[in-house]
């Protein structure tokens, strides 16, 4: 059978083939060589970048290599600049790969990869996924997410569509309705896997506990489920397993980079130690024992186009305890730096405390099939969600208290049902959202 989605990245000047080679090789590293290539790779791209872009040697002025902790780190609003003045020398808009981050942090800005980096993310995706018998050539994907509405955005993800071998689901209406056609088209179409927003794919899977169907039972080809940009709450999980009856995966990754962490077949968040280099750090910019909290840093060891090099991505997260550089393992994602609720004691809480504390209460009985949490003022939130019946008075006095115990007390709550949910222009859910400025 032709190779088609390889096929289309060499055709677009992206060379797998030597990609693929580099990527096999890194894998099959001894302990000592891998350390050898980190550092002579981490010292390579600062170098490369210093000589050959003039933004970044601004930055990092006197700072060098040799003192990794000297350099600056890199965050999204230093890179609120056009692209023309980010890109590296020798590089131009045509010779390079360009994307838009999607702006769920609030800062969305045009990137570049040079075409051997963004060859070896494919190479890095195909890698992974192959972990679960997938094939990007020949695999038929069942994909839940959303597509741009302009005529040329549009006609662009649909031809990738065709190129990869996958049939787009809508995520933007999600009515039983709508569900009820997606669960045809399961009965009708021999997909291998599934990959999406989580929101929407867990959507789906309470559609099916509804109706009492199991999901590999009615389309017997599926091998595996892939879910992204959105966080897999345990019970989700459990839920996705039960209704799915197929491995669920969870993979962490940015547009401007690569996939970050992908679950292995043992379970593990493993990070793409192949491709990028990984930090932890403190508020001070120090870095943190393993099995410690701190934001999520991370340098591109290939791009050469832009630099992104001691990169804070925007995220909270802990590495495992047992990580070594060789094979590091992101143990917890803790979620979005913007998504903290400041609150009247001066407290500062992760968002999704918030949304997990009411998802416990409100989600029991079935009847609530998704919700999102606002907070408007310094003590006041908003729960939008979508059910069957309106919100008992109990489970409400029950989501107060709960709030009251875990966070603090006197805050306020209005509670809005709705018919469907604002998504993003992408077809991604903010589960958590606040409006009140971070300090």
Known sequence: ??????????????????AKAELDKIVHFSEEEFASFLENKKTEIVDYHLKNNPFYKELAGNATAKNWENLPILNKQNLQKPLEERLSKGYSKKSVYLNKTSGSSGTPFVFAKDKYSHALTWASNIMRFGWFGI?????????????????????????KDFLTHRFRFPVFDLSDEVLDKFLHKFKTKKFDYVNGYTSSIVLFSKYLEQKNIILKE???????????????FESDKKLLEKQFGIPIISEYGAS??????????QGEWQINAETLFVEILDENNNPVPNGAEGKIVITSLFNKANPFIRYEIGDIGILD???????????????????????????????????YVTKS???DDG????????????DSFEIKYVSEKQLLSEQIQKIKQAIDLYLEPNLNFTFTRKTILERTNRGKLKQFQSFIKNK
């Open 367 to 378: 009847n609530v099939k998704e919700f999102i949490i606002k907070q408007t003022k310094l």
């Open 321 to 355: 305890e047992k990580s070594t550089p060789q094979k590091p393992i992101l143990k917890k994602l803790i979620g979005r730096i913007n998504d903290v609720a400041i609150l009247p004691s001066g407290k500062k809480s992760p968002g999704l405390t918030f949304y």
């Open 361 to 363: 209460i409100i989600e």
């Open 135 to 159: 094939d990007f050539n020949h695999s038929y994907q069942a994909r839940f997410y959303g597509i741009p509405m302009d005529f040329i955005g549009y006609q662009k993800e649909r031809f």
């Open 1 to 18: 059978m032709i190779r088609l989605f390889d096929i289309s990245l060499q055709l677009n000047g992206f060379p797998i083939k030597k």
């Open 256 to 265: 401007e980079l690569d996939l970050i962490a992908f679950e292995n077949p």
């Open 218 to 232: 009615i389309c017997p080809t599926l091998k595996a489920c892939f879910v992204t940009s959105e966080m897999l």
